[in-house]
């Protein structure tokens, strides 16, 4: 026979070991669907149903067929380590798998292998969801993630979500049929997961939580907490349902206060389910009384910090006033949690209180404190958060001489609303930008009530372009003296602009091009 296929299998044994096991890592024995797969695979080797054809030397492919219900055609490809299957199914099938076992079969017994294989198996995932308890589900995923991150297993940053995308595609073949059910099913395993993710990173040397992939794996799976957190406060809650409820409470408990690293993050989800979920008044009692009695809390815990998230869930005004009678630049990043909480929660009352205690420091903090790639984005979340409550005339000035250059927005329109054009003028006189930009900051709204006060502001752009001393600038200073020529017809200044040109072309008549811009413009 030209085609050994018994050489070939010892040849290519390292590899054949390698995908099995990558095979017993995603199958999970405890699933029905996973254990029929295996079966099946099994079966088709015992009965011969796998049939190699040929082997192409050159690209060191074996292909195969495998006659099934649908006859379907494998290639493993030994030179790039993957196999494909003319199926439809995306991921491990019963033809892959039971083709990688008709090759090892020829160093080792298929059946011991099956039989290890089941031999992990504890308990169906399916009898555990028809339980329908917080253990069981909690049992559910302990079920599934000791398969996907064995203890020790070092996990690449890259691999962190595909772990999640998997675990979650397992888990959701079981969830409950009843609409009712099922985001609260969703939001407890993703929460499970991911708690169960941050602590096997905690627990295994060599990871580190300050990267990229974590802080994308973070990202995303907030947006999922969030999206199913709509979807659940949007439904009734079922008086069967509560249980599932102190699980999640003691999930997220767990989660802020046993995990390690990125403490800001995991406060941040802590307050999104409090602020969302957890609506109860002698829940939230329950949990205050809770973190008051709590003995030695890791150094990044701030117990401070969470007392006053629940003096504003509980709306005890007199106990916040008090604990932010002194604060200093250490707990801003806390503060502004808090009040982001706040505003989420709608507690107008307990934001306003936490914005006037942190208007003292917010400059030294945004300008100290915030690096400088973050600034623009921080002063923006800061105006989000001040439009929500009255602030004087003074604490308007404070705030906005706070945000400095990256305040050039909010400062215009607040000057624009408070009729201070003059000032608005000066301002952006001092900080040069683009005229696009002054659109942004109100140009056109100072143009229909006090034109006047733009054209020196005119000028200066004007001025601006011509120090570059290019035709291209020529033309753009043109531009802007074409606006500056309506702004003055407006306010009625139509010789002072005539006159102001004139002296222009005086004081620049050696610049040819300069001159002839102006006259193909009509602007004298």
């Known amino acids: 026979m030209a085609l050994s296929i018994s050489q070939l299998a010892k040849e290519h044994q390292a590899f054949v070991l390698t995908k099995l096991k990558e095979a017993e890592q995603a199958l999970h024995p405890s699933s029905t669907e996973d254990e029929e797969l295996v079966r099946r695979a099994v079966f088709s080797v015992r009965n011969k149903s796998i049939v190699f054809e040929r082997f192409n030397g050159a690209s060191s492919i ?9 006859p379907a055609s494998v290639e493993i490809d030994f030179s790039k380590e993957e196999l494909y299957c003319s199926c439809p199914q995306t991921k491990w099938c019963r033809h892959q798998v039971g083709a990688l076992l008709a090759l090892y079969q020829y160093f080792d017994s298929v059946q011991n292998w099956s039989g ?36 020790g297993r070092v996990l690449e940053g890259y691999g962190l979500s595909a772990v999640r995308t998997d675990a979650l595609e397992r888990l959701r073949r079981h969830m409950p049929f009843e609409r009712e059910w099922q985001p609260l099913y969703k939001l407890f395993m993703e929460l499970a997961i991911f708690n169960t ?113 629940f003096y504003v869930l509980l709306q005890k005004e007199e106990l916040l006033l008090e604990s932010l009678a002194q604060i200093s630049l250490p707990q801003m990043q806390d503060l502004f949690e808090l009040a982001t909480f706040a505003q989420r929660a709608g507690e107008s009352n307990s934001l306003a209180v936490i914005l006037r205690a942190m208007l003292p420091l917010t400059g030294t903090f945004l300008q100290d404190v915030v690096p400088v790639v973050q600034r623009a984005q ?60 002054l659109e942004m900051c109100g140009l056109k709204d100072v143009l229909q009530i006090e034109p006047a006060t733009v054209l020196p502001l005119y000028h200066v752009y004007a001025m601006a372009e011509i120090g570059q001393k290019s035709r291209m600038n020529y033309k753009q200073a043109v531009r802007i003296w074409k606006s500056m020529r309506s702004a003055a017809k407006r306010a009625g200044k139509t010789a002072y602009f005539e006159t102001y040109m004139q002296t222009i072309r005086a004081e620049y008549k050696r610049l040819r091009a300069l001159q002839e811009e102006i006259e193909k413009g009509n602007l004298v």
């Open 62 to 70: 074996l292909y195969a067929s495998v006659q099934d219900v649908r």
């Open 116 to 151: 290890a294989w089941r031999a992990q198996k504890s308990v169906q995932l399916k009898s555990l969801a028809d339980e329908r308890s917080p253990q069981s589900w909690a049992t559910m995923v302990d079920e599934v993630m000791k398969r996907l991150l064995p203890p």
């Open 197 to 309: 993710i941050w602590r096997h990173l905690n627990e295994t040397p060599g990871h580190s939580l300050d990267t990229p992939y974590m802080k994308y794996f973070i990202e995303q799976s907030t947006q999922s907490f969030e999206s199913i957190l709509t979807e659940l406060t949007n439904r009734s809650r079922l008086f069967a349902t509560d249980p599932f409820y102190d699980g999640i409470q003691l999930l997220i408990r767990e989660f802020l206060l046993e995990r390690q690293g990125l403490f800001a993050n995991r406060l941040r989800l802590y307050m999104l389910l409090w602020a969302v979920l957890f609506y109860e008044k002698p829940r939230r009692e329950q949990e205050l009384d809770y973190l008051n009695n709590l003995e030695n809390p890791s150094a990044e815990i701030s117990l401070q910090s969470l007392r006053l998230l």
């Open 378 to 437: 921080y002063v923006r979340q800061f105006q989000l958060l001040f439009d929500d409550i009255q602030l004087t005339d003074e604490e308007e000035a404070t705030l906005y001489s706070a945000f400095g250059v990256y305040g050039l927005q909010p400062f215009s329109n607040f000057l624009i609303k408070k009729g201070r054009y003059r000032e608005w003028a000066a301002l952006h006189q001092l900080n040069p930008s683009s005229l696009s930009y």
